[in-house]
Every structure is written in structure tokens, then in C-alpha cells.
């Protein structure tokens, strides 16, 4: 019996979505890139509430 | 002196009672009416259905809070709402149960200039059979009682888990009609974080159903996003997310009924299928929570008030119209009632003019769709506005001066992916607007500048931050109102 792997199903849920590189993965919880991120998404928050002032 | 009172004490009503008092406290007299002594931050009972948050992190008590203010608080049930008073009283009044103890079933009527009802949803387990903790076989994150019981369940489960045993565990919407997916999206996450903290991942099959038509869709029939070149609707990163956590899904399904250990639900194609399950957090549907209404004769005008789901209306548009020809105009801008101008609905206790996602049937004739989502950032901005045109209303102004279409405003969502202040992440997501403008942005109905969503640590910070500064706005202390709501 064959110890070679058994090639991967097609056609099924998991098989179409994007996943995550292993560098997206990594720059997820970076500390420096996730504190400019922390940063960037306050002001957009901000922005969005500003927007949605009456 | 002008009495205002307010139904219901959870974000939209504490807010409004917040904003009140602070603008018109020592003028004139403000009433809080909610059958709950503690508040509760409702965001964070993911985390404490978890188990890595307690109960106490989560809630406080109101009364104690109101004690330190001039706001009058009475721990008691809305019954009912008499508009024009009655024979025995001239002015507007509303019949309230006390539910303390000492004196509990003691009916008391409340008369008012003015009335916002808050009462939120009444959490809707009997719409399905088998659904929910109290008759059910399901757990439920909807109050923070029902977060402590789900993880003293989740945690016999990793128990049974870390001595070989394999488990599965379905989470998502336990009805066809069901909003609040965000509530269950984020707690599949968190439990998938903590079953890899208790290295048990590997002997769980964790399972997401749900009425959406795909995922994404939160009710809000999904959101399209900027990302590497492209806009992309957002169900392609809520696959993508399940995909990397090893996480199966189940869309376009109403479950119809519960038993323990296994779930019966029809999907849109007329389907009807059986999944086995040993942990299982379904949302239930919301309902309006059953107040009635009495014109001055005493005759029942609760159908004049209310929608037939009990939610009260406002000036929404509720002329019945196909999908292709709802607009944005159709939705509440002041939640005013259109019949009696002192009276107000914010938060869920308002009727929506009808759905955002687009309706569908089964080939049975089922309803398969989520309602609207109107929680969290939209109601404190209902919340607000009413509080400042009822200000303006009392100094002479003859219609309400503000207003929050929730057609005209945003969104901002924090939804957890695992709590650690270093491994954790979140998918911090904006929206802009909530309801679809297609007027105003032909191709998308939202403006993709101010629509974005990302998953990151910062996201986990982020949450972790709201929940603090909420609950510390929340409690009214010291330069509260210079945070945002």
C-alpha cells in the first residue's frame, strides 16, 4: 500500500473560498502593523460617525 | 415640570435616559420603567459564554446608578399604554407590574408628557419547538444569565473532549425569521478560539446554520467591500474565515424544530433535513414583548399602535411594496408615532417599514430570511436624536428636530474572532449607510469608501476597549457625555 497522500477533493465547500497566506496570518497579529491598523480603523470609525451625525 | 418616561432600560433606553437627564434632568422629571434591575453590556456575553469573562464584568446595577441621579427608576413590567388617558385620568398615563420581591404583581399607572418606548425584543424561544434554555435543548448568549448556563454546558463538553471523546457543536439561528446573526457569528469563533486554547480543536465538528441566503448577509442583505483591486461582497470573507477554522456551514435553513440532541430544518429549496448535535447556541427570533394600547373609552387600539410582530409605529412607510421598490425614504427618521406626537419607539421596539435582505420563501411557503438588524451603534443614535428633539419639543418646538434614519446613518461593528490580548483577533467592520441607498449609490446602495471590514489583533484591542468605555459611559461617570455613544 502506497504511502503517497491522497490528492485533496474538489468540488466541495471549503474547496472555493480564499484562504489567508501565511503572511496575511502573520501580519493579523503583528503588534507593530495591528497598532497602525488599531490607529487606521479608530479614524475610520470616527469618520463614519461623523458622517452620521444630524 | 414635564414627566418623561421611558420603557425599558437596555442601550436605547439607558441612552436616551443618559442624555435626558443630562440636558433637562433638573427641569423636568424623568422615569425609567424596566422589569430588569441590571443592565447589561449585551456585546460582550460571547465572552462570557466562553467563560472568559463573569457575569459581573458584564452588568451592573441600574438602580444604584439612577440612585446617584435624579433619574426615577421603578423595576417593573410595561403592560400597557393609554395614549389619551381615561375616564378616571385625564393625561396620557401607561400601566407598569412591579417585579422587585417585596413587591412583585403590584400594578401602578404612570402618566406622561412624553413616552419612549425601549423595551427591546422579547427573546421569541417559542417559535420554535425544542428552542432555547428554559424548554429547550438549546443555549442561548441573549442575556447574560443565559451566557453563564452555555458555558457551563460548553465547558462539560471540552471536558468530555479532552478524554478522546469527539463532539459536535452547531451555532447559528434557530429560526427562519431570526436578525442578530452578528451574535452568533461571533460566538462560533470564540468557542472554536477556546477549543483550540484546550487543544480539544481537532475532536470537534463545529457547524454554522442560518437563515441568511449566504454568509455575509447579517441581515443586512451583505455588504460589499474595497479589497486587493477589487470589491468584493463580503459573504467571500466570511467563507474564507469559516474556511480557515475549519468550520462547516449551513445557509438558507429555518430550523423547525429541536430535539435533544438532534435539529429538523427546512432549507429554501423545500428540503427537510436532520443535524446531530451535543452543544448547540441557536438566536432565537425577536417579537415586540406584547404591551397593548387603550384609547379614552377603554377599546383595544393596540392594532392602531403596533405592528402585528408588537413592534410599535413610527413614521416609517409601512405601505406594502415589492423589493425592487423599497427605498431608503421608507425608514423612520424622528420615531415618532404618527398618530400621538408624544410618543416614541427607538431602539427594536420600533417597526421597521420592512426588511433590508431581500425576502424569500421556501418551495413550502416558509419565510427563510433575516429581519433587519436595528441593535447596538443604531439604536444609541435613535436614542440620542429622540432625546434631543424631545428637549426641543418641550421649549416649543411643535415636531421632533432630529433625526436618525438609519438610511442616513452608519454602522460600526467590532464581532470578536478570539478573545487574547496577543492571539486574539476581531473583524472590525463599518457600514455606511445600514439601510441600502440605491438613490444615492446606484451599484452597491452604500458608500464603499465608509464600508470596509478587516480581521486583525487591533479588531480584538479594539473590542476590548469598546467594552470598557461603554460600560464606564454607561455607569455615568465622570465626562461620560464626552465619549462617544
Known sequence: ?54 | MARIVILGAGIAGHTAARHLHKMIGRQHEIVVVSPNRKWNWIPSNIWVGVGQMKEEQVTFDLAEIYGKTSIDFRQAKALSIHPQGDAGMAKPYVTVEHTVAAEAGRQEKISYDFLINATGPKLNFGATEGLGPEHGHTVSVCTASHAVEANHKLQTIIDAMKKGERRTIVIGTGHGMCTCQGAAFEYIYNVDHVLREAGVRDRARLVWISNEYELGDFGMGGVHIKRGGYITNGKTFAESLMVERGIEWITRAHVKKVEAGKIHYETLDGTFHELAFDFSMLIPPFAGVGLKAYDKAGEDITAQLFAPNGFMKVDADYTARPYAEWSAKDWPRTYQNPTFKNLFAIGIAFAPPHMISKPMQSANGTPINPTAPRTGMPSASMAIAVAHSIRDMLNGADQPTHHASMAEMGAACVASTGANFFSGSAASMTVYPVVPDFEKYPEYGRDTNLTFGEVGLAGHWMKYALHHLFIYQARMKAGWSLLPD
Open chain 1, 1 to 54: 500500500m502506497s504511502n503517497r497522500p491522497l490528492n485533496r477533493e474538489p468540488y466541495q465547500q471549503a474547496y472555493y473560498p480564499p484562504t489567508p497566506t501565511g503572511f496575511t496570518r502573520y501580519m493579523r497579529t503583528s503588534l507593530i502593523w495591528q497598532a497602525y491598523r488599531f490607529l487606521v480603523i479608530n479614524v475610520k470609525m470616527l469618520k463614519l460617525m461623523a458622517k452620521s451625525k444630524h
